[in-house]
Every structure is written in C-alpha cells, then in structure tokens.
C-alpha cells in the first residue's frame, strides 16, 4: 500500500510503477506523539492524496529516501505546509537565501487545515533539481 509514512515523508509510484519513498526537502513536522503531529500528517495527506505529484529530487537521505520539493501542479506543497503551519522551515536544509526567506515569511501563519487522512495516491513525476 502506497501512503503517508509519517509527517514529512511519504510514498508514490512513478508511471513506470516503481515505488518512491519522499521526504519533503527543506521543512520538518511534528514527529507522532509531539502536539500537532495528527494535524500535520492530515495537511499532508490533503495536499498528495490522489494527485499526480512532481518531486523536484534535491537529494538522498541517509535512511534512501529521495529528498525532494514537491508539488501538485503550481502548488508547491513544502512551502504551503510551513505556510498553514503544519511544518516548519527546517533551515539547516534550504538551498538558497530566497528559500529561507520565503519559508520564514510563511512560519508567521497561523495552522490551518480542512484535510482528511488519505492513504492511496497517483503517480508521481520525477524531476532532477
């Protein structure tokens, strides 16, 4: 089964039908049984959950899973959970200044999130950034 895997990371099949684990590049969210890990993991399921998503692959962690941004469409999820507050800029991993400073900007708004739990998704698009 193709899922969430914890807050920040999850699981899509490429169109080849090749599983890819994801961890979200550049942001953290509140590990299960900190406050507010529920909520983050639902704005995470609300975002991917039966979209076709693209990863821009920034790297590979040191557990195999690619780190990448990731959108659906125009929508790019990394920044949009910092920006409702389900995540946080995690700066020691931003690339660039603008990056940084977009993702803080974000942190001063205010958790948000109409989002149900999902566990199945579409196919994802690999990009390398």
């Known amino acids: 089964m193709i899922g969430i895997a914890d807050e920040d990371t999850f699981s ?7 599983q890819v684990r994801v961890r979200l ?7 299960l049984g900190q406050p507010y890990s529920r909520r983050a993991r639902q704005a995470l399921s609300g975002f991917v ?9 920034q790297d590979r962690d040191r557990y195999g899973r690619t780190v990448a941004q990731v959108k659906v469409a125009d929508l790019d999820v990394n920044a949009e959970l910092v920006r409702t507050g389900a995540a946080w800029a995690y700066r020691a991993y931003l690339t660039n200044r603008l ?10 708004t205010n958790f948000h999130t109409t989002s149900t739990l999902g566990t199945h998704f579409r196919t994802c698009q690999i990009t390398l950034g």
């Open 25 to 31: 590049a550049g942001i953290n969210a509140p590990e």
């Open 99 to 108: 990056e940084t400073a977009i993702y803080i900007i974000e942190l001063a």
């Open 12 to 18: 899509c099949l490429t169109a080849y039908g090749d």
């Open 49 to 57: 959950f039966g979209k076709d998503v693209t990863l821009i692959v």
